[in-house]
């Protein structure tokens, strides 16, 4: 008996084992091939940045003349994956030995397979695409920085901000961890830390804010020798763009992706065949703010001016009428009465 | 009155019994079916709480809002939607002979939103951050700011509300007849917040134009989502008045099956009026658009589907049973009303949300998210039964009952 419920005991604490203690498995998301990025926590650089952004506010520091840009040639983009190595190097996020980056463009199977995005761990991803006839073409993507930032818009506590520098940069002490940004966001590029249960954050690519304010480009930048990336003043940058166009007939599509969408971004790129085909989604010129922005003013307009009138109008008319009512019903009831 | 020493706890909660004998009334099946569920909610909470979302959602960067925001916020508040609907009509426009509903009606309103911002704590990476929204961090940008104020202020507008039956409950004559006199100022600032954020919760979705389905992105988001909140909200009143006036018979006196009958035909009415009006702005919005193109295929399929059976029939339904007075025909279309509300937000949410990835890839709820909306939803189910057993709600409290 004693022995019995011994086991009995013993089943039920493997059993609550079982149910309690399951901490998921990283090893077992790895071998189902999801990106070992999501399961990164604990990022330093948005706050890195966020910090640096306050101090400059505090010493009343002079912004740029005018906010800078990313130029991305995706014809000259060799798919070496080093700009992924410095971004997660410069951002201390989890990395691997430079020449794996670099291997990847030759191996079968590799990276490249999947098309990727940025998550947890990681800002920025080299994505290939091949063209009709066969010859593939490496796009990087990463944080847009767009002139007019959905994210910073949708946030209902105010954790984005638009640089006069240009990068939009993000601040986890005022976060919710409610993830609207994520949803606002129109190339889906705020990742957030699943894996961290008490002090989750969103990370993205803070187009090395720390770097430019010292005068520096970002890291993905300096270590590009392919000439795919080209930082400076977005006007110039935007300049620059349509006169490689034009200097090189037949090699680009007509067309800078980034200067008009969603309102303009930060990071614009050329390429060689149409954007679609190299998985960029088809944006319309107004600014996702503007979506909510209209029908904030319209909630406010009937808040304050329309709803206040209407309700204390129809107060008084139901009071008026529930008057007459009365009224009429006791007229009718004295005629009664003289029946 | 026999014992001087029976405690208020025992008085007002276990209701004269003594803990064993309120352990012991307690043990029906009903009961221990939500207690399973609760066990499983629970646990769901739990494992949140130290895991995180990730190992307790299918939550994804490309899927940042699931389950929890579709059914526990948007399906949640839009059924919570009872006192905008009910309350208004009764308290502003003077519909007195509806007063019987006023109370349940404000406890459904108070306990929804409870219970959908409870859930949220759980969605919310950050929640013990949420001070920083009401304090200091204000977004007037956002959509989602508004929401989230309007949640507040309008949980405080149902506090109100409902404040004079838990003093009539605690015989506090004072606090009770200052809070009734507040009702109607409550009232009216109650329409304007939640007509605000009823609205909201489909402007939320104003932003993103390239990843909800043209069929259902549209500019008059806010105002389908405020429309079917008043239809959702008055199925709610319909269904939730005929369980509680069968489960709790016992409580009303001067029960007449009649004239009750006589009034959920007129809510059927008003929920009637709501549908063809919100039927006609969909209509509206699809001709304006041109989105005859989309029809076709699955999502052309769906949001068929959801349209006739969900809005059209349970219209037609209302209406017949208006014309013809069948009271149980006006039940099953606040029922099939409800649930075609279920249905919009879930897709507005989650399945024409990224409708160009294909299925194999969209998100679908893991088995913890709908144990803890199922736990919730229990939980607000026993909090109803619980104040219903307890305080003067279906009833008039006798020493107060000629003030009504």
């Known amino acids: 008996m004693k022995l019995n419920r011994r086991e009995f005991l013993k089943g039920l604490g493997a059993l609550a084992g079982t149910l309690i203690i399951t901490k998921p498995s990283i090893s077992q998301a790895y071998s189902k091939g999801d990106a070992p990025s999501i399961y990164a926590t604990g990022n330093k650089a948005n706050e890195k940045v966020w910090k640096i952004y306050e101090e400059r506010k505090k010493k009343h520091l002079p912004p740029p003349e005018e906010p800078y840009a990313v130029l991305v040639d995706i014809s000259k983009c060799i798919g070496c994956r080093r700009c992924e190595w410095a971004c997660n190097e410069w951002n201390k996020n989890p990395n691997r030995p430079l020449k794996e980056f670099e291997a990847s463009v030759h191996q079968k199977p590799s990276v490249f397979d999947k098309i990727r995005r940025p998550h947890a761990g990681n800002f920025t991803v080299v994505n290939r695409f091949y063209t009709k006839d066969g010859i593939p073409l490496y796009v990087k993507r990463q944080c847009m920085h767009c002139v007019h930032p959905a994210c910073y818009s949708a946030c209902l506590v105010e954790a984005y901000r638009k640089t006069p520098e240009g990068p939009v940069i993000y601040n986890k002490s005022v976060c919710l961890g409610c993830r609207y940004c994520m949803l606002a966001c129109p190339f889906d590029i705020p990742a957030y830390e699943y894996y961290d249960p008490i002090t989750p954050q969103i990370t993205k690519c803070t187009m090395c804010y720390d770097r430019i304010v010292e005068g520096k480009v970002p890291a993905c930048v300096e270590i590009c020798t392919a000439g795919a990336l080209t930082f400076g003043k977005r006007s110039e940058i935007v300049k620059l763009a349509w006169e490689r166009i034009g200097n090189n007939p037949g090699k680009y599509v007509p067309y800078v992706y980034g200067e008009k969408e969603v309102g303009g971004t930060s990071w614009l790129y050329i390429s060689p065949v149409p954007f679609e085909e190299i998985g960029f989604p088809k944006l319309e010129e107004t600014p996702i703010p503007e979506y909510s922005e209209r029908f904030l003013f319209m909630v406010k307009l009937f808040e304050v001016v329309g709803a206040w009138p209407l309700v204390f109008g129809a107060y008084y008319q139901i009071t008026r009428s529930r008057k007459k009512k009365q009224s009429i019903n006791e007229e009718k009831g004295e005629g009664h009465g003289k029946k | ?385 619980f104040v219903l057993n307890r305080m003067p709600v279906l009833y008039e409290h006798p020493k107060y009952k000629s003030e009504h």
């Not at chain 2, 646990?43 to 925001?69: K, Q």
């Not at chain 2, 009750?260 to 929920?271: D, E, P, V, Y």
């Not at chain 2, 589907?305 to 059209?312: G, K, S, W």
């Not at chain 2, 507005?348 to 949300?353: G, P």
């Open chain 2, 1 to 385: 009155m026999g014992r001087n020493n029976t405690s208020w706890f025992s008085e007002k909660i276990l209701m004269g019994r003594t803990f064993g004998e309120f352990i012991r009334d307690n043990l029906t099946i009903g009961n221990m079916i939500a207690l399973i569920i609760l066990i499983f909610g629970i646990y769901a909470m739990v494992y949140r709480l130290i895991y995180g979302l990730g190992p307790a959602t299918n939550l994804s960067d490309e899927y940042p809002w699931g389950f929890w925001i579709g059914f526990d916020i948007l399906v949640g508040i839009a059924l919570a939607a009872p006192g905008l609907t009910v309350g208004t009509a009764i308290h502003l426009f003077g519909l007195k002979e509806y007063h019987h509903f006023a109370k349940p009606v404000a406890l459904s309103s108070l306990l929804g939103y409870v219970f959908a911002i409870f859930a949220l704590l759980f969605d919310l990476g950050r929640y013990y951050n949420l001070y920083n929204l009401i304090i200091w961090s204000w977004g007037f940008s956002s959509v989602l700011f508004l929401v989230g104020w309007h949640f507040f202020l309008y949980t405080i507008i149902c506090l109100i509300e409902f404040a004079p039956v838990v003093f009539e409950w605690l015989d506090l004559k004072r606090a009770r007849d200052f809070f009734a006199k507040l009702i109607i100022w409550a009232t009216i600032f109650g329409v304007i917040i939640a007509g605000g954020h009823q609205s909201a919760l489909g402007g939320l979705y104003l932003v993103v134009p390239y990843k909800l389905h043209p069929l259902w992105y549209s500019a008059l988001l806010p105002p389908f989502f405020l429309i079917s909140a008043i239809f959702g909200g008055i199925s709610i009143v319909i269904i939730e008045g005929t369980i509680t006036h069968k489960a709790f018979r016992h409580q009303i006196k001067d029960f007449d099956e009649e004239d009750f009958n006589k009034k959920l035909i007129g809510l059927g009415k008003a929920a009637a009026c709501a549908l063809y009006i919100y039927l006609i702005l969909k209509l509206l919005d699809f001709a304006h658009y041109e989105k005859w193109h989309y029809l076709k295929g699955f999502y052309g399929f769906w949001y068929a589907v959801e349209l006739i059976a969900f809005v059209l029939v349970p219209a037609l339904m209302f209406t017949s049973a208006v014309r013809n007075r069948i009271a149980w025909l006006v039940k099953l279309g606040a029922v099939l009303t409800a649930f075609g509300v279920i249905v919009n937000r879930l897709n507005v949410c989650l399945i024409a949300y990224k409708w160009y990835v294909p299925f194999s890839q969209k998100y679908y709820p893991a088995w913890t998210e709908i144990a803890l909306s199922a736990g919730v939803v229990t939980l607000l189910v026993l909090t109803y039964r």
